[in-house]
Every structure is written in C-alpha cells, then in structure tokens.
C-alpha cells in the first residue's frame, strides 16, 4: 500500500501499525520515498502561525523549530531499532544529499541529523553516470553504487548498475557488465572487452 506521510510523527506512527499488523513469521518491506520530503508537526505549526501573522500585517518574531526533525529522528531511530528487528522489517529510506557547507572533511551530508547514519545497517550511495539514449530520449543510466556503510564481511564495495525508466533495475545486463568487467569509471562501455565477449 502506497500511504503519504507529510511529517515524520505520522511517518512513525505508520511504521508503528505497520509492524503491529505483521504476523510472527511475516517479512515486511516497509519504504520511505523520500526523507528528505518529511516535515515536522512544529514546522507546519510555524507555517500557520506565519501565515496568521502575515494575514493580519504582522510580522513574525518567533524562534524557528529547524532541530526538531533531526531530534525527533534520533529518539525514532532508537526505540524503532529493536522492533524492526523483533517483527521482521526491513526499512528503506531514500534520501538526498546535499553540501555540507562549513563541514570538515565529508563535502556531502543527508537531512535528518546523525541518527539515520547511526542507525543504518546498509548506506548505498548511488551516483549517475552514464544516460542511456534512444531516438534522442534519455531512457535511462548507469549508476555507480557504493557501500559507504555496511555491516558486513566485504564493506566498502561498489558496483555500476543499469536504470532503465518504466522498468528498475535492468539485473541481467547489470550482472553481464559486472562479470566480464564491461564498464569504465564512468560507467560506459568498454569496447574492447566487449568485443571479446560477445
């Protein structure tokens, strides 16, 4: 079921009825499209009140609310842990990056605060590379994907795969071009190798 969520209370409430409604020996998928797209309760309470005070001609002297998403997400993240884990629930949350201006050593950062970092089992980080052409349409790219966190055997990894619009990941054509190592760092086809493959 598809359901909008505007801020990140009704996000965790949502979240919560959704583990609650699993049986014990379900596997539930549980997706966030995206994070970065969540408000707070206290930011819509801002709004309205600017709206109020603009309104009437007033102008709007109250303190901002801006480290509520990123407090409320650390106090989530840590009671929710354990019962995704108890019921079974594997949680994907999509989220964008942007500049971290003023910040030390990592040029990107993500909405939210630590928490989400913290708490993540598995980060991917995809960047496009190669478009995919057609009759002068983009139809798709080649994105490279990075395990920047992972609590694994073999962390760090990275691989190119192919998006194709419409359809999600192309995995046949994506296993081909990672086992005969068809694809450059940028992603597009290597001619030569490709040759003696086919």
């Not at 379900?26 to 309104?55: Q, T």
């Not at 995704?84 to 949680?91: A, C, D, E, R, Y």
């Not at 971290?100 to 590379?129: C, D, E, H, I």
């Not at 694994?152 to 192309?170: A, M, Q, T």
Request: net charge positive; proline share 1%; hydrophobic share 35%.
């Amino acid at each position: 079921d598809m359901v909008q969520t505007p801020t990140i209370q009704e996000f965790a409430a949502d979240l919560g009825i959704f583990c609650d409604n699993l049986d014990d020996d379900e596997l539930g998928i549980y997706i966030v499209d995206s994070f970065d797209g969540l408000c707070s309760d206290e930011d819509i309470a801002e709004f309205e009140d600017r709206k109020a005070d603009y309104e009437k001609g007033k102008s709007y002297n109250k303190g901002s609310y801006d480290m509520t998403k990123q407090k409320y997400s650390s106090k989530l993240f840590r009671t929710l842990s354990q019962t995704l884990k108890g019921k079974n629930v594997l949680l994907i949350i999509i989220s964008q990056i942007r500049d971290n201006v003023g910040g030390m050593g990592v040029k990107w950062t993500v909405s939210g605060g630590k928490a989400l970092k913290f708490y993540s089992s598995v980060r991917l980080f995809l960047k496009s590379k190669e478009q995919f052409i057609k009759r002068d349409r983009s139809i798709g790219y080649c994105a490279n994907v990075k395990a920047i966190k992972s609590r694994s055997k073999h962390p760090n990894r990275d691989c190119n795969i192919n998006i194709l619009f419409e359809y999600g990941i192309d995995n046949i054509a994506s296993n081909v071009d990672y086992l005969f190592d068809l694809k450059d760092s940028q992603g597009k086809i290597d001619k030569v190798k490709s040759k003696s493959v086919s």
